[in-house]
């Protein structure tokens, strides 16, 4: 009976290292898999994360492009209004930025996009020097309403394109019947005149409203802030439309880049003056384009846009009587 006692014991501890050391081997070897597979999945997702990120900057950085392509068709019209529709496939937000540095400044646009529940925000900005976009510093939807006009001061300018979410009505009430006209021949959905419901965006032009426009004075009120788009004529209902559908930022900065543009487009035709004037043309606009040049470059807001629109008028008058053509 001793000897098997001493047996077993021998036995036991024979056995118990050799097994301790099986159970360290055998929980070293799972530690090491989920560490390593730890690392692997969290790789995994890091790389994805990163290339969906860089996919979705590039999805955004293509649609702005694509918004921009679109825009140019509205930029061949001289005298009409033209109308267009831009349909993103997902839910997008649209910023509309104003940079007024540099010689004509900058039109930016950055796109968030909704992808999985969440919105995206990307630091991809598209920007155009040649373009002037009026609207809301940010628009929310999949289609976008746009229609641009020719805008002349006296020469034409540039195109003036307004855009708006289908998700906003702007409903136009007491509408001068020339604007009624136009904007029933526009044909937009979320453009309309009469039948104003309680979610639409009224725009009064008499009473008061969201947004409220003196037709006679020249001036819109919108957001508690007032702008102003020189009295009535074609070329100022060109810009009463970009102070409706604007933020009164984005307006003011649009405008100061359109008179980035008069100032040197006066210059220009200012030296054409002179040429045509040496071939026996005479046309003594010199001097008043160098004055549309000269209060172009001073403008500071839209509260001396009436004075600088005096003057283009003056330059638009003398151009009439004389048979020299400069534009």
């Known amino acids: ?184 021949n526009l044909n937009r959905s979320n453009l309309i005149t009469k039948n104003c419901s309680l979610s639409d965006i009224k725009v009064c032009f008499s009473g008061n409203c969201q947004i409220n426009v003196d037709y006679g004075a020249g001036s819109v009120k919108k957001g508690g802030k007032i702008v102003y788009f020189a009295g009535t004529g074609e070329d100022s209902k060109t810009l009463m439309y970009a102070a409706i559908f604007s933020d009164a930022d984005v307006y003011e900065c649009q405008l100061k880049r359109l008179m980035l543009r008069v100032k040197e487009l006066s210059q220009i035709y200012g030296d054409k003056s002179v040429i045509v004037e040496r071939a026996g043309c005479e046309n003594n606009l010199r001097e008043d384009l160098a004055k549309l040049s000269s209060l172009a470059d001073g403008f500071g807001s839209s509260t001396e846009l009436e004075l600088i629109k005096l003057q283009a008028d003056d330059v638009a008058a003398r151009k009439e009587v004389g048979i020299c053509i400069l534009w």
């Open 1 to 184: 009976m001793k000897k098997n006692t001493r047996d077993l014991a021998y036995i036991s501890r024979a056995l118990t290292p050799r097994n301790r050391s099986g159970v360290l081997d055998i929980s070293f070897g799972w530690l090491f898999a989920l560490i390593a597979g730890a690392v692997i999945i969290f790789l995994a997702i890091y790389l994805s994360s990163k290339l969906i990120g860089t996919e979705k900057e590039t999805v955004s950085a293509e649609t702005g492009k694509e918004i921009g392509i679109l825009l140019n068709p509205l930029e061949t019209s001289f005298e009409s209004a033209q109308t267009t529709s831009i349909s993103i496939p997902t839910e997008t937000r649209i910023h509309n930025t104003c940079d007024e540095t540099g010689s004509f400044g900058r039109q930016v646009i950055q796109l968030d996009q909704k992808n999985f529940g969440k919105w995206t925000k990307t630091e991809v900005d598209v920007s155009f020097e040649n373009k002037y976009i009026f609207s809301n510093k940010e628009m929310g939807g999949k289609k976008f309403y746009i229609f641009s006009k020719p805008f002349s001061f006296p020469f034409k300018v540039a195109d003036l394109i307004y855009m708006s979410s289908s998700n906003e009505r702007y409903c136009f009430m007491n509408a001068p019947e020339e604007i009624v006209t136009e904007l029933t």
